[in-house]
T-cell receptor, first 114, second 110 residues
């Protein structure tokens, strides 16, 4: 049981390049989330999804897009990377049903934009 | 006032010590509470849920005080391996989005 898997683990981009981060979960969870974590800032929610085909903006959505075409996958896209997007990105999932369920995290993607 | 507040620390304690962290929350409709542990450059991992009556898991005890709107985590007999950042997480009833505190850093030294 892999849980939440993020790919890639590390990536270096040049300003203006685009890329997609993939999050996959095998727990049949309804809710999925993308966070970024910067030193001293804590976890900040970028986008989230409460089910296949749905997405919503979080606290810091600008510069990112997401898609949830399949229940198990949640993709985070950077169309034109900027140095301010250098961060560690975490994906999380939750069983859903608005219950008192904790989140399960992937092990992160470390992204550097030069 | 931030929704969830934690003392960032660091709390610097010797092995074997007992240490406690508090986390205050502002939304009185909050219904679910958790403590996560995060090691340096790693993902947050669930440490324990916090139940209304308080709960214990080995050396760790979590308490909820609804009247004063805070939760606490007590660690007894601290180990070197307990060194980490401890995140408080609060979820309001019916909400999709948990609120994370920024974390409290614990350093356990020999």
């Amino acid at each position: 049981n892999a849980g939440v898997t993020q790919t890639p683990k590390f990536r270096v981009l040049k300003t203006g390049q685009s890329m997609t981060l993939l999050c996959a979960q095998d727990m049949n969870h309804e809710y999925m989330y993308w966070y970024r974590q910067d030193p001293g800032m804590g976890l900040r929610l970028i986008h989230y999804s409460v089910g296949e085909g749905t997405t919503a903006k979080g606290e810091v959505p600008d510069g990112y897009n997401v898609s949830r075409l399949k229940k198990q996958n949640f993709l985070l896209g950077l169309e034109s990377a900027a140095p301010s997007q250098t961060s560690v990105y975490f994906c999380a999932s939750n069983p859903g049903n608005r219950g008192a369920q904790p989140q399960h995290f992937g092990d992160g993607t470390r992204l550097s934009i030069l | 006032r931030k929704e969830v507040e934690q003392d960032p620390g660091p709390f610097n304690v010797p092995e074997g010590a007992t240490v406690a962290f508090n986390c205050t929350y502002s939304n009185s409709a909050s219904q679910s509470f958790f403590w996560y542990r995060q090691d340096c450059r790693k993902e947050p991992k669930l440490l324990m849920s916090v139940y209304s009556s308080g709960n214990e898991d080995g050396r760790f005890t979590a308490q909820l005080n609804r009247a004063s709107q805070y939760i606490s985590l007590l660690i007894r007999d601290s180990k070197l391996s307990d060194s980490a950042t401890y995140l408080c997480v609060v979820l309001s009833g019916g909400s999709y989005i948990p609120t994370f505190g920024r974390g409290t850093s614990l350093i356990v030294h020999p």
